[in-house]
């Protein structure tokens, strides 16, 4: 059979990846690699799975593992690639011909993977894969397949070819199709335990405990969020929060207009506003009930939630929670921004935000 030009239908190269390349080390989703090693010891591997799961939880370093298991020459006996054969070194420098990752290109304003990049995949996939091994392709964000894309990678999905193996990564499968869905075996991917994501922090990034604790607060269980974190950033905004919280306790309405006419200009400042606010009166709530400091997430900043703690009270900061949590719900809805964060703060000044009688 004729073999395609070494330049046909690749992708752009990727830089060498920087997460880990094996199932050793993979933190956490023991049951994913329980489930992939059982049907690979079985011989009953699918040829197409869905990662599903948020970002930065280890979907694509799962994927990678597979990609260097399925073509290592000496796999390891509980079945990992051994990371020395010629097959896994080509692996960990990013060059092995038969591991592809379909991403979005973002030519146009929305980044899209286009019917182009996937009509390029099936007719490398005309061919065996070219070290002998398994071909392994990535898509990642599945979501981002533009319908005409899905359509035409739904052939080979209905026609496997041999020794193909298809990833799909998304966040959720809403906005799959759903005759995608159906012909991929399914894995959720759990956000990580924050006892996983801390210790990564600590020694990835060599951060003190108490901004590594402060970090995996905010990062909702995914590391790859977490580390994207700047701890230096984020005390800063916290300050800003605070301040604003205080401001909008005591001051006019026109101070709550302004409020939010600066915060709904910036979306990932309105994120962490609502994601530090909600952690600052959780914590209140915690320390209220005796609960130990290990459970806190401020824990860098005990001197100024205990002066907050003497002058407010549960009711408050439940109520205070609670209306970050509706106007957070109602901004996921993509109601108006600004109007959202008025009526928030409207609310904030009529309850006062420390006094239970203000
Ligand atoms: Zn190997």
Not at 1 to 6: I, S
Not at 276 to 304: F, I, N, T
Not at 312 to 334: C, D, I, K, M, V
Request: proline share 7%; charged share 20%.
């Amino acid at each position: 059979m004729a073999t395609p030009k070494k330049n046909q239908a690749s992708p752009a190269p990727e830089p060498p990846p920087s997460g880990p390349m094996f199932f050793r080390g993979i933190l956490g989703q023991e049951r994913v690699l329980g489930h992939l090693r059982a049907a690979w010891k079985a011989g009953r591997l699918a040829h197409a799975y869905l990662f599903l799961g948020p970002q930065g939880v280890g979907r694509e370093s799962v994927a990678r593992a597979l990609a260097a298991a399925l073509n290592c020459t000496q796999p390891l006996p509980e079945w990992d690639a051994c990371g020395e054969c010629p097959a896994c070194r080509r692996m960990l420098a990013g060059t092995h011909a038969d591991f592809l990752v379909i991403r979005p290109t973002s030519e146009h304003r929305q980044p899209q993977i286009k019917i182009g990049q996937i009509r390029d995949f099936r007719k490398l996939t005309a061919y065996p894969p070219m070290e002998g091994g398994w071909r392994v392709a990535l898509i990642k964000p599945a979501e981002d397949m533009q319908p005409e894309a899905a359509n035409a990678l739904l052939k080979t999905l209905e026609e496997p070819p041999a020794r193909h193996l298809l990833i799909l990564a998304a966040a959720s499968e809403t906005e799959l199709f759903p005759t995608i869905v159906s012909r991929c075996q399914k894995f959720l991917f759990a956000p990580l335990p924050s006892v996983l994501v801390i210790r990564e922090l600590q020694a990835r990034r060599g951060l003190s405990r108490e901004e590594a604790v402060f970090l995996t607060a905010l990062s909702g269980g995914s590391l790859g969020r977490a580390l994207a974190l700047d701890p230096g950033e984020l005390a800063q905004q916290r300050r800003q929060v605070l301040e604003d919280l205080e401001k909008l306790a005591s001051g006019s309405p026109a101070a709550a207009v302004a409020w939010a006419h600066r915060l709904a200009k910036n979306n990932q400042e309105l994120d962490h506003f609502i994601l530090l606010a909600q952690m600052w009166y959780r914590d209140l709530l915690v320390r209220h009930s005796g609960g130990a400091h290990r459970l806190l997430a401020h824990q860098d900043s005990l001197a100024a939630l205990e002066e907050e703690g003497k002058r407010g009270g549960p009711e408050t900061w439940f109520a205070s929670f609670g209306a970050l949590a509706a106007a957070h719900r109602q901004l996921q809805a993509n109601l108006n921004q600004e109007l959202t964060l008025d009526i928030l703060g409207f609310r904030w000044q009529r309850q006062g935000l420390h006094h239970e009688s203000r």
